[in-house]
């Protein structure tokens, strides 16, 4: 099988761009969660045109394509579960246009989000996954990516204006990209999709404006959901827009190679003029104080992403990370918190959280060995128990990742899942759009 591929994309992409050695294929296995998927081949297209006849041919020959920028994922979304080939996207990248005047940027899918940060000055892309900056445009398009800042700026869904698309059949379409305004019925479609319905090769996107100033508050609290009541209280009196990630223990006490006095670490972002700034920061150091806090500690700035921590913590761990991510309502928040430590405790298997407050944001990842079968299925066990608890409060599955490898079979099939499975059909009708994610076909 190999050799055959070798013979159909070759020809597309060059002897360089086509990878099928041990090595290169078990790097291509894994993303950040180090769920595994073995791929036949990795191709690494140079162009627009490389991706539309790797499509096309892929779906002639029945080829399972799989999508991928740099592998920052959580949830096991550039994993090849059915085999067939990586389409690596990271020679696709660069800034192809800055429109200043309006706070737009185009740019090829595999740009990685520094590249954005610095493309117009006194602007940002407020959507950065990992903290870090690695992050391709097209893998956070594609899964409708979260992060610190979307409490404020929303989803990528939210700052994606327009997009070039490569359908299934090599068809090259452009979703729009000049007038954030327009229509988005087709663009709004694509995003999320999670690499099932199509290919983004380019995009448009609009950056924020920094702020005229920036605080962090971060506190040290006996109790993470003490951190709930704080956020109520601020919904209510803060004068500008503010972030709230809260790390939890768990994370906290591999960081610290032992286990720590705090439960949690609430990371709080105040932004706009300085005076509200200052306000913001008093106002919440009066209302932190009601919950006698191990320790307060403010700086001038933006707050670290908790995501960066969490990378951290399971570059360490050197385990696999099972992780659901749901947005669930504010009332089921400490419900939610207080369940993943039973479940915890009840399988005796460890887990790493964090949590947005504002956005009901909770990313929670069971870690286990995955060559040990009983590790193995006592995360199984977990995540079951923690998904039944989630979906009986009707969250939403998959916020700010997608729903990728680790979440597939917990979905379910709702509306959203049947309008995604027609789409398929009618767009991807051979199927080898990244089977086995997103659409139970």
């Known amino acids: 099988m190999e050799a055959e591929l070798g013979s159909i994309f070759k020809p597309i992409v060059g002897e360089d761009n086509f990878l099928d050695s041990e090595i290169d294929l078990e790097a291509y296995s894994i993303d950040a969660s180090r769920i595994a998927g073995r791929p036949k081949a990795v191709v690494r297209p140079g162009g627009e045109d490389e991706v539309a006849e790797i499509l096309s041919v892929a779906s002639e020959n029945g080829v399972p394509i799989t999508p991928r920028g740099r592998g920052t994922s959580l949830v096991g979304g550039p994993v090849p579960l059915r085999g067939g080939v990586v389409l690596d996207m990271t020679r696709m990248t ?3 246009e800055v429109d200043e005047e309006n706070g737009l940027v185009s740019a090829w899918a595999g740009t990685p989000v520094s590249e954005l940060q610095d493309a117009i000055d006194g602007y940002t892309f407020p959507i950065n996954p990992d903290g870090l900056g690695l992050s391709t445009l097209g893998g ?3 899964e409708d990516s979260a992060s610190m800042l979307s409490s404020i700026f929303g989803t990528a869904r939210a700052n994606v204006v327009g997009a070039e ?3 299934p059949s090599g068809e090259i379409v452009d979703l729009g990209g000049k007038i954030p305004s327009g229509p988005r ?3 709004d479609t694509f995003l999320g999709s999670e690499g099932t319905l199509g290919v983004f090769i380019k995009l448009s996107v609009k950056l924020a404006p920094l702020p005229p100033s920036a605080k962090t508050v971060e ?3 006996v109790d993470a959901v003490d951190a709930i009541d704080i956020n109520q209280s601020m919904r209510k ?5 503010y972030t709230m990630e809260v790390i939890y223990r768990d994370v906290l006490d591999i960081l610290h190679g032992e286990e720590k006095e705090a439960g949690a670490v609430a990371r709080v972002g105040f932004y706009g003029s300085e005076s509200c700034v200052q306000e913001a920061v008093d106002g919440l150091i009066r209302e932190a104080s009601k919950y006698h806090p191990l320790s307060t500690d403010v700086r001038d700035g933006m707050p670290k992403p908790a995501q960066r921590d969490l990378y951290t913590a399971l570059e360490r761990t050197e385990l696999s990370v099972h992780v659901l991510s749901v947005a669930a309502s504010l009332s089921y928040l400490r419900d939610h918190l207080q369940e993943i430590d039973r479940v915890s405790k009840s399988f005796n298997l460890n887990t790493v959280s964090l949590v947005n407050v504002p956005l009901g944001w909770i ?15 006592r995360t199984d066990g977990a995540v079951r128990r923690l998904s039944e608890n989630f979906t009986r409060s009707g969250v939403f ?3 700010g990742t997608g729903v990728g490898a680790s979440m597939a079979g917990q979905i379910g099939r709702n509306g959203l899942i049947s309008v995604y499975s027609h789409l398929k059909r009618a767009l991807d009708p051979v199927g080898v759009m990244n089977p086995g994610k997103l659409v139970p076909l």
Not at 363 to 377: A, E, H, I, N, Q
């Open 237 to 241: 009196s803060c004068p500008v827009p």
């Open 140 to 142: 956070i398009a594609a």
């Open 185 to 187: 019925v087709a663009l």
């Open 94 to 96: 660069g800034i192809l």
């Open 397 to 399: 599955m998959g916020f």
């Open 219 to 221: 506190i040290e609290l």
């Open 165 to 167: 698309v490569v359908l």
């Open 363 to 377: 990313l929670v990842g069971v870690l286990f060995d995955p060559t040990d079968r009983k590790s193995t299925m």
